[in-house]
């Protein structure tokens, strides 16, 4: 195995860690390595699965503003590249599950304040680290958005 093919396995390990589906980590890790659009018949044979499993997950990806679909005028296949900033998008998705885990455990409190005042502090506690943190990735996120961001050269 190449090292490129085992950067790539690992991206699809990685994803598979998270939650997400291998094949997806895959096709994002070769896209990363490749740097250019390929067709999903490109990223088929080159990752050695089935078109319909690369179009599924490539689509999946491009909903998540990872990949970005194109198309060429005459030429009836889709292919996909990586969007101009994946990172800002994964941070700000994050953020916003982290957002939602929080407000689903917040909502939780007040019915339990009755039946387990003793665990309304830990519970709370829970809700605010999610909140911190998606606040954190947030900010992070823009803070790296404003950093790539063309400058100005102030005179």
């Known amino acids: ?3 490129i093919e085992r950067f790539i396995e690992q991206m ?16 994002f890790g070769l896209l ?4 250019r659009e390929m067709s999903l018949h490109e990223i088929s044979e080159r990752l ?5 499993s690369v179009s599924t997950n490539a689509r999946e990806l491009a909903k998540r503003s990872i990949l970005r679909l194109t198309s060429h005028a005459g030429d009836r296949q889709d292919y996909y590249e990586l969007s101009e900033s994946p990172y800002f998008t ?5 953020a916003e599950q982290f957002h939602r885990h929080a407000r689903v455990i917040a909502e939780c409190i007040v019915p339990m304040e ?8 830990r519970i709370g506690d829970l809700s605010n680290f999610y909140e911190k943190s998606a606040e954190i990735l947030q900010n992070w996120a823009v803070a790296l958005r ?3 961001a063309p400058h100005k050269d102030v005179e």
């Not at 699809?12 to 096709?27: D, K, P």
């Not at 990363?32 to 740097?35: K, Q």
């Open 1 to 3: 195995m190449t090292a």
């Open 90 to 94: 994964m941070l700000e998705q994050m």
């Open 48 to 52: 050695q699965v089935s078109r319909a």
């Open 114 to 121: 009755g039946v387990a005042p003793e665990a309304l502090q």
């Open 146 to 148: 404003e950093d790539k």
């Open 12 to 27: 699809g390990l990685l994803s598979q860690e998270g939650g997400g589906a291998r094949i997806a980590g895959r096709i």
């Open 32 to 35: 990363l390595v490749e740097g």
